[in-house]
C-alpha cells in the first residue's frame, strides 16, 4: 500500500510544526538567539560568549537566522567597519520556547 498524504498530514514538507522543529534542531540556531537575548553583539562576542563554535559555524547560522527573519544585521561605519547582530520581534518570540525546552532538559538529566 502507498503512502498518501492529506492537506493535514504532520509529515508534509511545509508542516508548521516540523519546520520549527527543523529550525531549532539545527546544532547552533538556539545557542545564538539565546545568547542574543540581552541585546546586539558581536561575532567576536557572541563567539566568545558561546564557546565551542567556529567561526565559519557562527557564520553560516547568523546567515541562516537573518534568511529566516530571526536575526538582523547592522553594519556600522568607521575604521575599521564593525557589524552587529540582534534579534527581530519575530526572533524574540523564540526565548520563551528556547527557556521551556532548557528547563525540561535540566528536569531530564536528574
Same mark, same amino acid.
Given at each position: 500500500?502507498?503512502?498518501?498524504?492529506?492537506?493535514?498530514?504532520?509529515?508534509?514538507?511545509?508542516?508548521?510544526?516540523?519546520?520549527?522543529?527543523?529550525?531549532?534542531?539545527?546544532?547552533?540556531?538556539?545557542?545564538?538567539?539565546?545568547? #542574543?537575548?540581552?541585546?546586539?553583539?558581536? @561575532?567576536?562576542?557572541?563567539? +566568545?560568549?558561546?564557546? &565551542?563554535?567556529?567561526?565559519? *559555524?557562527? /557564520?553560516?547560522?547568523?546567515?541562516?537566522?537573518?534568511?529566516?527573519? #530571526?536575526?538582523?544585521?547592522?553594519?556600522? @561605519?568607521?575604521?575599521?567597519? +564593525?557589524?552587529?547582530? &540582534?534579534?527581530?520581534?519575530? *526572533?524574540? /518570540?523564540?526565548?520563551?520556547?528556547?527557556?521551556?525546552?532548557?528547563?525540561?532538559?535540566?528536569?531530564?538529566?536528574?
Amino acid at each position: 500500500m502507498w503512502y498518501v498524504t492529506t492537506p493535514t498530514d504532520p509529515f508534509l514538507a511545509d508542516c508548521r510544526a516540523r519546520l520549527a522543529f527543523d529550525l531549532l534542531s539545527h546544532t547552533w540556531n538556539a545557542v545564538v538567539i539565546w545568547s #542574543l537575548r540581552e541585546g546586539p553583539l558581536r @561575532p567576536v562576542d557572541l563567539r +566568545r560568549r558561546i564557546g &565551542g563554535i567556529s567561526s565559519k *559555524g557562527l /557564520t553560516e547560522t547568523l546567515r541562516r537566522l537573518q534568511t529566516n527573519g #530571526l536575526v538582523t544585521r547592522q553594519a556600522h @561605519p568607521g575604521s575599521p567597519p +564593525r557589524v552587529e547582530y &540582534g534579534l527581530t520581534p519575530l *526572533g524574540r /518570540t523564540l526565548l520563551a520556547p528556547i527557556d521551556a525546552v532548557g528547563a525540561w532538559g535540566l528536569r531530564v538529566r536528574r
